[in-house]
């Protein structure tokens, strides 16, 4: 079983729709939960970390996170073009980061 | 704030030579330096984490003496691909991150793009 699983996609939505992407892990001891946008052939930028259950909200972007059911998803409203990118969610705990292997978001205009 | 650069972007080099990498934290000190390694639509893969002034841990399945880090100085650490094959040929990325840093988050450079011909 994978650390941290992501379906690999496409994802399309159209613009100006809300995208949904999500992501669980296998480690009960994971305490923060990042979500990272990577252009192709780019390094990865941070969108927005959470560590408490429940919601954080930060501009278009939402991040979920369900403890009991190791569960984070990252909800990205009024969707751009510029938002096509592939998604990574990164766990840590008792190590370093831990990646999913990301889901690619395509905006259709 | 928080900038990490590195040094080269993209670098080709011949089998068997060695390539070195740098990264830099620009703004800050940085008590931990991180190297990933990425190939072509996969994720990001953790090869080692290094301390400044002590040996780098290197994660399960990297060789280390053929992958050097060195992390000789709170704003600097290099890796340096020994006899680079074509296997070796991926994207090279470095974060850091410091101490007192709540959340472990990690700051990550541009990537190096590494083609071994």
């Known amino acids: 079983q994978k650390e941290v699983e992501q379906n690999s996609g496409p994802l399309s939505v159209p613009e100006g729709a809300i995208a949904s992407l999500n992501c669980t892990y296998s480690?009960?001891?994971?305490?923060?939960f990042f979500w990272y946008r990577q252009y192709s052939g780019k390094s990865p930028e941070l969108i927005m970390f959470i560590y408490s259950n429940g919601d954080k909200e930060d501009g278009r972007f939402t991040a979920q996170l369900n403890k009991a059911s190791q569960y984070v998803s990252l909800l990205i409203r009024d969707s751009q073009p510029s938002d096509s990118a592939t998604y990574l969610c990164?766990?840590?705990?008792?190590?370093?980061?831990?990646f999913g292997s990301g889901t690619r978001l395509q905006v259709q205009p | 704030g928080a900038v990490v650069s590195q040094h080269p972007s993209r670098v080709i080099c011949k089998s068997g030579t060695s390539v070195k990498i740098e990264c830099r934290s620009l703004?800050?000190?940085?008590?931990?330096m991180f190297w990933y390694r990425q190939f072509p639509k996969q994720s990001l893969m953790l090869m080692a984490t290094s301390n400044e002034g002590s040996k780098a841990t290197y994660e399960q399945g990297v060789e280390k003496d053929k992958f050097l880090i060195n992390h000789a100085s709170l704003t600097l650490s290099t890796l340096t691909v020994t006899s680079a094959h074509p296997e070796d040929s991926s994207f090279y990325i470095c974060?850091?991150?410091?101490?007192?840093?709540?959340?472990?988050?990690?700051?990550f450079g541009p990537g190096t793009r590494l083609t071994v011909l």
């Open positions: 480690d009960r001891g994971s305490q923060s």
């Open positions: 974060s850091a991150s410091w101490e007192s840093r709540p959340d472990n988050e990690q700051f």
């Open positions: 990164a766990v840590t705990g008792r190590r370093a980061l831990t």
């Open positions: 703004d800050f000190q940085a008590t931990t």
